[in-house]
Every structure is written in structure tokens, then in C-alpha cells.
């Protein structure tokens, strides 16, 4: 089973970027989706961005234009470049996959905390 895990958090004020970064224990090639999901103190963990195994992506509202999701299936990496930073991006930040067509997202790792503020 992949195990991920999520580094490339911290402190940074607001209009300034960060690059997140999930890693694979094993073999992200085959997996039909692998995407970023965040969750503030007091909400629902609410989806980022994902991108599927032919490289079709899709963003959350609050993000397009300024996120950018991509993914290396030779060294089974997943990252997130955050770009033009909020307040409101304030949260935890999880990496996770949905194996097949007709499984559901899980499989999240840790998550690495995304704080911005001035």
C-alpha cells in the first residue's frame, strides 16, 4: 500500500509562494488521481487540486490562477506551487489518491501546516 507523505510547509506573508511536495513510498503511476486537500482550524477538509493519470487537473475556485498542481510518476512525487498567497489559504495541507475510477479519495498522509500571515 502507497504511504505519502506531505513537507514544504510554513510561515509565509501574505502575496508570498510556497512549493508543497508530497512524496510516494511506491509506484504513483497507476493511480487514477492523486490530489492536495486542505483543512482550517473549525472546517471540513475541502479539495485543493487534483490532477488524473493522463494529466487532466482540476482546481478548487478559491485557487485557480494562483495554485498549480503536477506530478512526476518516475520519481512518484505530487507537487503543489502556491503562488500569491492568502490569509485565507491559512491550513493544514494533505496529500492523497483515489486508486481507481470508482474509489473514493483517501490514503491521506500527515499533512504539513501552510500559515500565512504578516
Known amino acids: 500500500q502507497v504511504q505519502l507523505v506531505e513537507s514544504g510547509g510554513g510561515l509565509v506573508q501574505p502575496g508570498g509562494s510556497l512549493r508543497l511536495s508530497c512524496a510516494a513510498s511506491?509506484?504513483?503511476?497507476?493511480?487514477?488521481?492523486m490530489g492536495w486537500y486542505r483543512q482550517a482550524p473549525g472546517k471540513e477538509r475541502e479539495l485543493v487540486a487534483t490532477i488524473a493519470k493522463a494529466g487532466g487537473t482540476n482546481y478548487a475556485d478559491s485557487v485557480k490562477g494562483r495554485f498549480t498542481i503536477s506530478r512526476d510518476n518516475a520519481k512518484n512525487t505530487v507537487d503543489l506551487q502556491m503562488n500569491s498567497l492568502k490569509p485565507e489559504d491559512t491550513a493544514v495541507y494533505y496529500c492523497?489518491?483515489?486508486?481507481?475510477?470508482?474509489?473514493?479519495?483517501?490514503?491521506w498522509g500527515p499533512g504539513t501546516q501552510v500559515t500565512v500571515s504578516s
Open positions: 511506491g509506484s504513483i503511476s497507476d493511480i487514477f488521481v
Open positions: 492523497g489518491l483515489r486508486r481507481r475510477v470508482w474509489s473514493q479519495m483517501g490514503g
